[in-house]
């Protein structure tokens, strides 16, 4: 039986966690079948949103315990690492958008904080517990740690105690946190938002937020003086200055259908 399922719908692809038995632990078999869905989602052209969700309780938590807990070594074809996960992600040209409907734990943050935006239920909560099972959360703060504030992080690493949806979103681990009647409302007008922008410029503004981090501020601004002439000349541009222009929609602008 699926863990992951996916669903395709006027170019959005929702996938979706489904293992609420595990409270959708990062197993062998999850990982798995989310890099498969991610692999569908970027082969499809059709595709021009992500949305990640789960049903259950828990939007995911983290490692799964009994796996990691077994001395048996599994088979390294089957092994999905995590941080493989995140890069994929960050380095998509596709937005990916967390709707966050059940609790954050450990790895189940970091998959969090690395959607480009995500929205979560304001009854969810928060925790990286690895430090009170003898670990640490290494391999997540590759992603979380660029969004947090340094005393913030110290904080939460440390203590490794549950904090509500609202102080993930001031922590900047999340987008924002929402009532749960409001959740899907919220994510439809984010959707609509990115199915208004051109699918190569969203890649663009996407690598942007991720790019800076190794290059000198002489190297960023002759990269970025580059990039925005090669965008201002481009076919796309002149579409969507023309019909700026012209007070009409871009021929690329889509809209999710009105019981979506």
């Known amino acids: 039986m699926n863990v992951v399922e996916t669903g395709t719908v006027d170019g959005v692809m929702t996938i979706t966690l489904d293992d609420r038995e595990r409270r959708n632990a990062l197993s062998i078999q999850l990982l798995r079948e989310l890099m498969t869905a991610i692999d569908e989602a970027e082969r499809n052209a059709d595709v021009r949103v992500v949305v990640v969700t789960n049903r259950g309780s828990t939007f995911c938590a983290g490692a799964n315990l009994v796996e990691r807990s077994s001395p048996s070594e599994p088979d390294s074809e089957d092994v999905v ?136 501020e002489e190297e960023a601004a002759a990269w970025t003086a580059q990039l925005s002439d090669e965008l201002f000349h481009s076919d796309e541009a002149r579409e969507g200055i023309s019909a700026y222009l012209e007070k009409r929609p871009a021929s690329w602008v889509r809209k999710l259908s009105s019981d979506q």
């Open 81 to 216: 690492e995590m941080s493989e996960i995140f890069r994929r992600i960050r380095h998509s040209p596709k937005p990916f958008v967390g709707r966050l409907a059940g609790h954050c734990v450990a790895g189940g943050v970091g998959l969090a904080a690395v959607m480009d935006i995500s929205v979560a239920i304001d009854t969810a909560k928060f925790s990286f517990t690895e430090v009170r099972l003898g670990v640490a959360p290494a391999i997540i703060s590759v992603v979380c740690l660029p969004k947090m504030r340094l005393a913030d992080a110290q904080n939460a690493f440390l203590r490794g105690n549950r904090f509500a949806a609202e102080e993930a979103a001031r922590m900047g681990l999340i987008s924002n946190a929402v009532p749960p009647e409001d959740i899907d409302h919220e994510i439809k007008a984010i959707v609509n938002d990115l199915l208004a922008g051109e699918p190569h410029a969203l890649a663009v503004a996407k690598q942007l937020t991720t790019s800076f981090g190794s290059m000198s």
